[in-house]
T-cell receptor
């Protein structure tokens, strides 16, 4: 069965610290997509990244970076030099072709990140 | 990027009444839309897949007579919460697929917060 686990419920850091949000997934499909979304207090989901299962290259976008490791079924997200504006709930999500197409997302429980001045 | 709009953004209603939430793709046509539900401080749970011109596909445990979904056009899907009760109070988020059903891009609405008194 497909499942996304975000073991860290809440993380609290001080500004400028680096922080890594963990995501472990389960799937029987060989072709799938992984996503990260940010949900600020206003509620809307902000898309951060989509990665397909065949692309294991790590990605860096500004202060954000992602480490995808199929061997451990993990897709971790690191924020470097965190800022107060990074405070939000972050969701990792999985979609598979087998269970309804690449757009039907299964979300993890989310990690609430609080960055303090 | 593409825009998906939900209306209303928030709604308060009395117990026993029905409430309709609209999800519109403003600048693209979407044959497939998804409806998610999010309780406070919890993850997003997929409720149903809305298909233009056909019946919605509901996830296990979601009452289709309680949550009526109508995808009447390529740019509009509606979710009607019938005979609402306080336990239906939640944040409802839709997403729409731009492009093909398999690999199209996914865009989320801003969400609709329902409070049932």
């Amino acid at each position: 069965a497909q499942k996304v686990t975000q073991a860290q419920t809440e993380i609290s850091v001080v500004e400028k610290e680096d922080v890594t949000l963990d995501c472990v997934y389960e799937t029987r499909d060989t072709t799938y997509y992984l996503f990260w979304y940010k949900q600020p207090p206003s509620g809307e989901l902000v898309f951060l990244i989509r990665r397909n299962s065949f692309d294991e290259q790590n990605e860096i976008s500004g202060r954000y970076s992602w480490n995808f490791q199929k061997s451990t079924s993990s897709f971790n997200f690191t924020i470097t030099a965190s800022q107060v504006v990074d405070s939000a709930v972050y969701f990792c999500a999985l979609s598979e072709r087998r269970t309804g197409g690449y757009n039907k997302l299964i979300f993890g429980a989310g990690t609430r990140l609080a960055v303090h001045p | 990027g593409a825009v998906v709009s939900q209306h209303p953004s928030w709604v308060i209603c009395k117990s026993g009444t029905s409430v309709k939430i609209e999800c519109r793709s403003l600048d693209f046509q979407a044959t497939t839309m998804f409806w998610y539900r999010q309780f406070p401080k919890q993850s997003l749970m997929l409720m149903a897949t809305s298909n233009e011109g056909s019946k919605a596909t509901y996830e296990q445990g979601v009452e289709k007579d309680k949550f009526l979904i109508n995808h009447a056009s390529l740019t509009l899907s509606t979710l009607t919460v019938t005979s609402a009760h306080p336990e239906d109070s939640s944040f409802y988020i839709c997403s729409a697929v731009k492009g093909g059903p398999g690999t199209g891009e996914l865009f989320f609405g801003e969400g609709s917060r329902l409070t049932v008194l």
